[in-house]
């Protein structure tokens, strides 16, 4: 199963040249997936082509009946919204719409336009189409991480249900209605962004290239953008959004809140059932308003490999952390101990929280941005995530 876009689609549909025979050989056998505005941009392809007298309106018409008859997996992409806001302006609207899907499948991206991969938005593996074949190129490494080998599939769903009965409604959008709001004290760990090389990039290297005021409920788009005077010199980041990374990014977090349970060896972890490169081996789900969950259990060390838990927690339920697919942070319910040990721990970066803090990209009520700000972010002035 590959996603394709609409350069690789209008050669191998519209292209009797050598160009066209190496994407058909590529595309057959093949599972092909793309976002629904993919028909409407080979159209426009084609239409171009005929314009400047690149192919006959016969030959067009003939690739306007095979595009039709084609079996191709059309997806609506306004459940990507969240993650393709994340990757403008980084990437183009329609670009970004791809990768997003890619991602959200886990699966490769074909395309023949190399410009995408260049721009530095990708975040998975991408094919691109060439006049001798596909050459694979990776970039970010975030997909085909599936769960960490270490943790074991769980039908006992029932462990979970003390912590869905007692979250804010998901609708309410806040950081009860991801981590229980019966916790002593709150934490919120910040995912970083990134520069060249991979590095690391914290949010308050972010600030201080922006001028923007670094605080406890900021939300990355409004704190990356320049205030009056700020945004000196290059920014100290590849421009989009930060992503929840692999746990290999998380064994500080791992360090820390092995000193505040009496259960290390016996932890329950949730992996949102969407993730394309998660399989399930097991029908049980743990079920909430807007989510469903699969269910695994392990010991905390076994947080060494594959993608990052959406919500975790030991037996003892002496701490529970929590985030969600569309988030660049996750929060962290526990004792005033833990949480103030994660606050002073050097390795993460990490604010205060409480359980109504909200979650929507707009709720900054500090750094406030204008209309044609958010738009530069392709976000509208007010919304939830």
Same mark, same amino acid.
């Given at each position: 199963?590959?996603?394709?876009?609409?350069?690789?689609?209008?050669? @191998?549909?519209?292209? !009797?040249?050598?160009?066209?025979?190496? #994407? &058909? +050989?590529? %595309?057959?056998?093949?599972? =092909? *997936?793309?976002?629904?505005?993919?028909?409407?941009?080979?159209?426009?392809?084609?239409?171009?082509?005929?314009? @400047?007298?690149?192919? !006959?309106?016969?030959?067009?018409?003939? #690739? &306007? +009946?095979? %595009?039709?008859?084609?079996? =191709? *997996?059309?997806?609506?992409?306004?459940?990507?919204?969240?993650?393709?806001?994340?990757?403008?302006?980084?990437?183009?609207?329609?670009?970004?719409?791809?990768?997003?899907?890619?991602?959200?499948?886990?699966?490769?991206?074909?395309?023949?336009?190399?410009?995408?991969?260049?721009?530095?938005?990708?975040?998975?593996?991408?094919?691109?189409?060439?006049?001798?074949?596909?050459?694979?190129?990776?970039?970010?490494?975030?997909?085909?991480?599936?769960?960490?080998?270490?943790?074991?599939?769980?039908?006992?769903?029932?462990?979970?249900?003390?912590?869905?009965?007692?979250?804010?409604?998901?609708?309410?959008?806040?950081?009860?209605?991801?981590?229980?709001?019966?916790?002593?004290?709150?934490?919120?760990?910040?995912?970083?962004?990134?520069?060249?090389?991979?590095?690391?990039?914290?949010?308050?290297?972010?600030?201080?290239?922006?001028?923007?005021?670094?605080?406890?409920?900021?939300?990355?788009?409004?704190?990356?953008?320049?205030?009056?005077?700020?945004?000196?010199?290059?920014?100290?980041?590849?421009?989009?959004?930060?992503?929840?990374?692999?746990?290999?990014?998380?064994?500080?977090?791992?360090?820390?809140?092995?000193?505040?349970?009496?259960?290390?060896?016996?932890?329950?972890?949730?992996?949102?059932?969407?993730?394309?490169?998660?399989?399930?081996?097991?029908?049980?789900?743990?079920?909430?308003?807007?989510?469903?969950?699969?269910?695994?259990?392990?010991?905390?060390?076994?947080?060494?490999?594959?993608?990052?838990?959406?919500?975790?927690?030991?037996?003892?339920?002496?701490?529970?952390?929590?985030?969600?697919?569309?988030?660049?942070?996750?929060?962290?319910?526990?004792?005033?101990?833990?949480?103030?040990?994660?606050?002073?721990?050097?390795?993460?970066?990490?604010?205060?929280?409480?359980?109504?803090?909200?979650?929507?990209?707009?709720?900054?009520?500090?750094?406030?941005?204008?209309?044609?700000?958010?738009?530069?972010?392709?976000?509208?002035?007010?919304?939830?995530?």
């Amino acid at each position: 199963m590959i996603v394709i876009d609409a350069s690789v689609i209008a050669t @191998a549909l519209g292209d !009797d040249g050598p160009d066209g025979r190496v #994407a &058909r +050989d590529r %595309l057959r056998g093949e599972t =092909l *997936v793309a976002p629904a505005l993919l028909d409407g941009e080979v159209l426009a392809v084609w239409g171009r082509q005929v314009a @400047a007298g690149e192919m !006959d309106e016969a030959r067009a018409a003939a #690739a &306007r +009946d095979d %595009l039709a008859a084609l079996a =191709l *997996v059309r997806v609506d992409e306004r459940p990507l919204a969240a993650r393709c806001r994340r990757l403008v302006p980084v990437l183009t609207a329609s670009e970004a719409r791809y990768v997003a899907l890619a991602d959200a499948l886990g699966i490769p991206l074909v395309t023949a336009d190399e410009s995408t991969v260049d721009k530095g938005g990708v975040l998975g593996p991408v094919e691109i189409m060439g006049p001798t074949g596909a050459r694979v190129v990776w970039v970010g490494g975030r997909l085909g991480l599936g769960v960490s080998p270490r943790l074991q599939p769980s039908a006992e769903t029932s462990v979970v249900d003390w912590l869905v009965s007692s979250l804010h409604p998901f609708r309410r959008a806040t950081a009860g209605s991801l981590v229980p709001p019966i916790f002593e004290a709150y934490a919120r760990i910040l995912y970083p962004a990134r520069g060249a090389g991979d590095r690391v990039v914290r949010w308050s290297e972010v600030a201080a290239w922006s001028g923007r005021v670094y605080h406890p409920r900021m939300q990355f788009e409004a704190l990356a953008t320049p205030a009056p005077g700020g945004g000196q010199g290059p920014k100290p980041w590849d421009g989009h959004t930060p992503w929840p990374r692999s746990v290999a990014e998380m064994p500080a977090l791992a360090r820390v809140l092995r000193g505040h349970t009496t259960t290390p060896d016996r932890v329950w972890y949730c992996v949102w059932e969407g993730y394309g490169d998660v399989v399930p081996q097991s029908t049980a789900r743990v079920r909430r308003e807007a989510r469903d969950y699969l269910l695994y259990s392990g010991a905390l060390a076994a947080l060494d490999g594959g993608r990052t838990p959406d919500c975790w927690f030991p037996e003892d339920r002496a701490w529970c952390v929590a985030g969600d697919v569309d988030l660049c942070w996750c929060y962290v319910g526990g004792s005033r101990a833990c949480v103030d040990a994660l606050l002073a721990c050097p390795d993460l970066e990490s604010v205060p929280a409480e359980p109504d803090d909200r979650l929507s990209y707009d709720s900054d009520g500090i750094n406030l941005l204008t209309p044609q700000e958010w738009a530069a972010w392709n976000l509208p002035p007010s919304g939830t995530v």
